[in-house]
Nanobody
Framework: QVQVVESGGGLVQAGGSLTLSCTASGLTFDDYAMGWFRQAPGKEREGVSCITWNGGSTYYADSVKGRFTISRDNAKNTMYLQMNNLKPEDTAMYYC????????????????????WGQGTQVTVSS
C-alpha cells in the first residue's frame, strides 16, 4: 500500500522561510518523479514544482521560480521543498504527489499525471 506523507507546514511571516518534506512508502521511490502542488480556498489545485526520479531535472511554476527549491534524497525516500521569501499569496494546503512515469513531462503541472497523493500540509503566510 502506497503512503505519501507531507510535513513541515506552519505559520510564517511574509519574507520568511519554510521547508516541507514528503516521505513515500510502499513504492520504489527512485522510480518515481515527485511533485508539489498547492490549493488555496476556493481555487483549483495548482502545480508548484516537479523533480525527476534521479533529481536530474526540476521544474517550477513561474510564481515560485527563484524562491522555491525542490530536492530529493532517494536513500531516505524523501522529497523536500525549500520555500524562501514567502508571500501571503503562497498561503495554501501543499500536497505531495508521485508520478510512476519517472519524468516531469510537459504536463507536470497537471494533477492527472500523478498516481498517489498525500493528505497535505497547511502553509499560512501572514502579511
Amino acid at each position: 500500500q502506497v503512503q505519501v506523507v507531507e510535513s513541515g507546514g506552519g505559520l510564517v511571516q511574509a519574507g520568511g522561510s519554510l521547508t516541507l518534506s514528503c516521505t513515500a512508502s510502499g513504492l520504489t521511490f527512485d522510480d518515481y518523479a515527485m511533485g508539489w502542488f498547492r490549493q488555496a480556498p476556493g481555487k483549483e489545485r495548482e502545480g508548484v514544482s516537479c523533480i525527476t526520479w534521479n533529481g536530474g531535472s526540476t521544474y517550477y511554476a513561474d510564481s515560485v521560480k527563484g524562491r522555491f527549491t525542490i530536492s530529493r534524497d532517494n536513500a531516505k525516500n524523501t522529497m523536500y521543498l525549500q520555500m524562501n521569501n514567502l508571500k501571503p499569496e503562497d498561503t495554501a494546503m501543499y500536497y505531495c504527489a508521485a508520478n510512476s512515469f519517472g519524468y516531469c513531462d510537459g504536463n507536470w503541472w497537471d494533477v492527472g499525471e500523478y498516481d498517489d497523493w498525500g493528505q497535505g500540509t497547511q502553509v499560512t503566510v501572514s502579511s
